[in-house]
T-cell receptor
Framework: DAKTTQPNSMESNEEEPVHLPCNHSTISGTDYIHWYRQLPSQGPEYVIHGLTSNVNNRMASLAIAEDRKSSTLILHRATLRDAAVYYCILRDYYSNYGQNFVFGPGTRLSVLP | EPEVTQTPSHQVTQMGQEVILRCVPISNHLYFYWYRQILGQKVEFLVSFYNNEISEKSEIFDDQFSVERPDGSNFTLKIRSTKLEDSAMYFC????????????FGAGSRLTVL
């Protein structure tokens, strides 16, 4: 079973910020928090990942709670192209196995023009 | 930017036929995976492959499925005798290492079994 919980769906207006939450209350000290997204009819695409500190890249920001039991993916200005299913996934630092890379149902983000 | 390439993009086959789906992982990656996604459902793990052998497999990956890396660049998934329920998108992924390393996925191969 997936070790994360996310809202089923969210909606945003174009060019506004979007905060996508993820709960992972049973996270272990060696779990990395990964975010992927799946655009319609495409394969999953890496967005961002982190361990303890907040992370920024050209696509998004990742805010990790101090106790690491939750995190938030932040899209600073949503575009129509950001409409996708967003997955929050935990991956153990020592793991090189796909079995531990479990996709839940994710959050379907709709972006309104 | 390096990418994972999958062929064919779409294959239609008759039930009972053999199908081979091909993937070219990123060249310096060491760990390879197959996932599948039935229409409207979650992405499901099938198999991991490292050092020329299967590392782990899910319950879905039964005796009808096999994987190999025949030439050091291609990574293939074979379904020996397809069933209707094998109709799905099949995604190949690769990564260079453990937990902190990201998985790079291909665009997928859509398999339709009639």
């Amino acid at each position: 079973d997936a070790k994360t919980t996310q809202p089923n769906s969210m909606e945003s207006n174009e060019e506004e910020p979007v905060h996508l939450p993820c709960n992972h209350s049973t996270i272990s000290g060696t779990d990395y928090i990964h975010w992927y997204r799946q655009l319609p009819s495409q394969g999953p695409e890496y967005v961002i990942h982190g361990l303890t500190s907040n992370v920024n890249n050209r696509m998004a920001s990742l805010a990790i709670a101090e106790d690491r039991k939750s995190s938030t993916l932040i899209l600073h200005r949503a575009t129509l192209r950001d409409a996708a299913v967003y997955y929050c996934i935990l991956r153990d630092y020592y793991s090189n196995y796909g079995q531990n890379f479990v996709f839940g149902p994710g959050t379907r983000l709709s972006v309104l023009p | 930017e390096p990418e994972v390439t999958q062929t064919p993009s779409h294959q239609v086959t008759q039930m009972g036929q053999e199908v081979i789906l091909r993937c070219v992982p990123i060249s310096n990656h060491l760990y390879f995976y197959w996932y599948r996604q039935i229409l409207g459902q979650k992405v499901e793990f099938l198999v991991s492959f490292y050092n020329n052998e299967i590392s782990e497999k899910s319950e879905i990956f039964d005796d009808q499925f096999s994987v190999e890396r025949p030439d050091g660049s291609n990574f293939t998934l074979k379904i020996r005798s397809t069933k209707l329920e094998d109709s799905a998108m099949y995604f190949c992924a690769s990564t260079g290492g453990r937990g902190a390393n990201v998985l790079t996925f291909g665009a997928g191969s859509r398999l339709t079994v009639l």
